[in-house]
Structures are given as C-alpha cells and as structure tokens.
C-alpha cells in the first residue's frame, strides 16, 4: 500500500479550482468494473455539451491489458455507458456513466454479467412479474496499511454487542465517511435506503433499494464506486471481502432482498413459499453465484455462526438470521411482502446476484446461465 503521507491537501485548495468556470464543457466520467470482478476504474472526457442520458454519451475505449481483461497485442476493449449520475464530486453540469464492457468483436468481455443480468431481466415473462430487489451491503473500513480502521494498532477492540448501530467515539469509527457517502448518493440519484454502524468495529452498511430489474445492479455498483472514491478524500480504504477478520468476528454480507407483484400483493405468503422451495433446489447453484470466486469466499463467512447459515445446507424461516432464506416477521404476519436471500457475500457481482434469484424463482431455467472461461469447474448439478 501507497505511502499516504507523501501526498496530502487541504480541502479549501482544492475547492479555488472546483469552483471554476467550465464554459460550457462538461467532464463526464466513465466507470468500469475490471478484471477483478470485484473493484472498479474510471477515467474522464470532456463533453462540450450536457448529456441527457446515458445514451448521449459516446462510446469510449481503455486498456484492457492494464485491468487483467486483455493481451497487450490486442488491448482495447470498448466502455458502453448504461446509467448515468449527478457527479457529486464535480458538481454543476457534469456526470458519472457506468459502463459494461465489450471486446475487440463486440462480444461482451467475459465477465461483463451485466449483459447476461439485462437479457433475463428483459424477457417479457421476467419483466411483467416486476421483480423488486433490496440489496443490504456491509463492508469494512480499513487503514491505508490494511488495518481493520480506528482498531487499536496492537491487541484487539473489547468483544462484539455493543458496536452494531452504536453511537460514541469507542463504539463507531467512520462515522463522517459514511454520512458523506450516504449524500453523494442522494445527490447522485443512487437509490439508497438507509445506512447503519455493523456487529464488528469498523464495519457498516448501507442499502440500495427497491429497484427493478437490471437497475439493482447499476444502483449497487454506483453506490460502491462513490462509496471507493469518498473514502478515498478521506485517506481510508474500503474492504469488501466477506470476513475480513479470521475468528469471532462477523463477516460481510450482501443479503439481497427480493419480491415480484405477486408476493408484494394480498396474500403473497403463497408465492413467497413456493419460492423458498425453487430455491431449496438450487442452492449450490446460488452458492456458485455469489462471490466472485465461486463460493470459495463465502466459505470463510458462512459458517452457521456469526448470524450466518451454513454454505453447504440450506434453510429457511420467518424472522430466523441463521437461514439462507429469512422471512421477515412484518412479512409473515402481513401473509405478503418479500423475502430475503442472507447468502450472498459483501464482494458478490449484483448482476449475477439478481439474475440467478430470476432464474429459480421465475424462470425456472439455468440452461443457459453465462460460465465464464476461468470459473473453478463447471456450473453445479440442481439439489435434491
Ligand atoms: P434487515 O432487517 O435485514 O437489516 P434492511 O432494512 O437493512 O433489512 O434492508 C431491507 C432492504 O429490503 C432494503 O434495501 C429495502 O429497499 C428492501 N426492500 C423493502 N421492501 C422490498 C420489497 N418489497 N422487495 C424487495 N426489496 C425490498
Ligand atoms: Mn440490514
Ligand atoms: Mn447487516
Ligand atoms: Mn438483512
């Protein structure tokens, strides 16, 4: 890690410039996700005129051998704008574009989900069941050094209970990062839900939701790029990985929360159980799903502790955080509402999160589900 030292500002610099005239150029910054599947680019263009929407953007190319996406003889791979936000770092007239990403024949680069995520999302029999998605992020904040943030530097912080939506200098640290985040996702028109302090120091959470369809997705991935680079102002880096402290301390989750009309309307309880039972028999395929390594990652996490289920069973009950599948208590004595998938882990892609919830719950088809070229085996068998 960077030597942080070497390089600081002070804010009210930087504002003199910020502030500006722009004379009717625009800087729009493009968004990316790379190699990793987990972290994200950007880089910037000048516009000499407002975008309306992400389709007045323009198609943009980058190096693809410099993200793990491409050889160097054959680099660029183009960036398609998707969603366009306020970009509440610039302010004024300019934007922030998320983009998926396309190889040199115009396929889409291998682990460009969204592409997949958008053709279920748009097939008419999914569309028309207007599914609804919530999804909660937890994540960590940690030292330039990779230090859990506001730890002690030597020892450990007092047992976990008192930290979870606490309050005082001992109980929370990052407080001013989050409610940062939490406006430039107003200011950006990122659907955010709320946000809280987590069960371990240093960890937080915010939602994103409900949005529909393919909008969950660009939403989340949004709220996480802002989420990156307001820490970044700060000095601290954000941890998504989902149990970044071996031992008694909880891990990171991204519990996705789903419904369609159906579960939303009178009596929905009916739906939402034949769902719960799709699911049972797809679990190791959901499991497959949700990390970006297969299921490797949330193995550290799921381990039936923690408020956890464990990775290899599957389970479910109203109100119970030791499920897969949590109903939650509002829901079952309404006999309507939603559910909520407690298995995906804080470093899963929402893209394939949400299109595999489809796949069970409203499809009823994985034939076609996207494997992509360096995935650890091939796609699990359905449980019995
Ligand atoms: P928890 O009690 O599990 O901590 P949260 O309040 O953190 O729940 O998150 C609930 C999430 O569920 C929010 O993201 C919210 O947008 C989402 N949500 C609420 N209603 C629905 C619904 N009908 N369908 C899908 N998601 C929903
Ligand atoms: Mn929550
Ligand atoms: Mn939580
Ligand atoms: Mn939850």
């Known amino acids: 890690m960077a030597d942080m030292t070497t390089y600081s500002f002070k804010s009210s610099q930087v504002s003199h410039y910020m502030a500006l005239p ?160 939490y406006r430039a996702c107003l200011y950006a028109g990122v659907k955010i839900a709320g946000t809280n302090a987590e069960v371990m120091p240093a960890q937080w959470e915010f939602q994103v939701g409900p949005c529909e369809g393919i909008e969950m997705g660009d939403h989340l991935w949004m709220a996480r790029f802002l989420l990156h680079r307001v820490a970044e102002d700060f000095g601290v880096v954000v941890s998504l990985d989902p149990k970044p402290m071996a031992g008694d301390w909880n891990g990171a989750g991204a519990h996705c929360n789903f419904s369609t009309q159906a579960m939303r309307d009178e009596n929905g309880i009916v739906d939402i159980k034949e769902a719960v039972k799709k699911f049972a028999k797809r679990h190791d395929k959901h499991i497959f799903a949700y990390d970006p390594n297969q299921g490797k990652d949330n193995a550290r996490r799921l381990t039936g502790l923690h408020e956890t289920s464990s990775l290899g069973d599957f389970s479910s009950g109203v109100a119970n955080r030791g499920a897969s599948i949590r109903i939650p208590r509002h829901c079952g004595e309404d006999r309507k509402g939603y559910m909520e998938d407690r298995r995906p882990a804080s470093n899963c892609d929402p893209y394939r999160v949400t299109e595999a919830i489809v796949r069970s719950v409203i499809l009823d088809d994985w034939s076609d589900f996207f494997v992509h070229a360096d995935a650890i085996g091939p796609l699990p068998e359905d449980n019995e």
């Open 22 to 181: 722009q004379d009717g150029k625009v800087q729009v910054m493009y968004v990316w996700i790379d190699g990793s599947g987990e972290t994200m680019r950007a880089k910037t263009k000048t516009m000499d005129f407002v975008p309306k929407s992400f389709e007045d953007c323009p198609e943009w190319t980058y190096d693809g051998s410099s993200t793990d996406q491409a050889e160097g003889s054959n680099s660029d791979l183009y960036l398609q704008p998707k969603a366009m936000f306020k970009d509440p770092f610039r302010l004024g007239d300019n934007k922030i574009v998320l983009c998926d990403i396309y190889k040199y024949n115009r396929k889409p680069e291998d682990k460009n989900f969204r592409y997949y995520c958008n053709q279920v999302m748009s097939k008419p029999e999914v569309a028309s069941t207007h599914p609804w998605f919530g999804i909660e992020q937890e994540y960590t904040f940690l030292s330039p050094d990779g230090h859990p943030f506001g730890w002690p530097k030597l020892g450990y912080p007092g047992p976990q209970g008192p930290y979870y939506c606490g309050v005082g200098a001992d109980k929370v640290h990052g407080r001013a990062i989050v409610e940062a985040h």
